[in-house]
């Protein structure tokens, strides 16, 4: 059983930035696919972006390409989502998630293990 814990959200203005972190516990860290999600109340958990067990192959939404990065240090069994630019619509809850499969894809349903989230709001 994997458990993950996400740090990091907080409340910034428009164009700042973030790094949210996601500490893994209780399983091989270094062989899961691992994804950032985020969801807003009343909405649908939302993909954000993902990275292969390696770190290898990252993908991301075509709403936050080139503003944020998905990055993991398995010696530190943490996986980190650094976000710029950020804009009010990305205010939600962000969470991140584990896949047993060594590259994971893009519906909740491709992962195994969810974190409690983290909330970020961004102010205009």
């Known amino acids: 059983q994997v458990q993950l814990v996400e740090s990091g959200g907080g409340l910034v203005q428009a164009g700042d930035s973030l790094r949210l972190s996601c500490a893994a516990s209780?399983?091989?860290?270094?062989?899961?696919?691992m994804g950032w999600f985020r969801q807003v109340p009343g909405k649908v958990r939302e993909f954000q972006a993902a990275i292969s067990w390696s770190g290898g192959s990252t993908y991301y939404a075509d709403s936050v390409k080139g503003r944020f990065t998905i990055s993991r240090d398995n010696a530190k069994n943490t996986v980190y989502l650094q976000m710029n630019s950020l804009k009010p619509e990305d205010t939600a809850v962000y969470y991140c998630?584990?896949?047993?499969?060594?590259?994971?894809?893009?519906?909740?349903?491709?992962?195994?293990?969810w974190g409690q989230g983290t909330q970020v709001t961004v102010s205009s």
């Open positions: 998630a584990a896949s047993r499969t060594t590259v994971a894809g893009s519906l909740p349903y491709d992962y195994d293990y």
């Open positions: 209780g399983g091989i860290f270094s062989s899961y696919a």
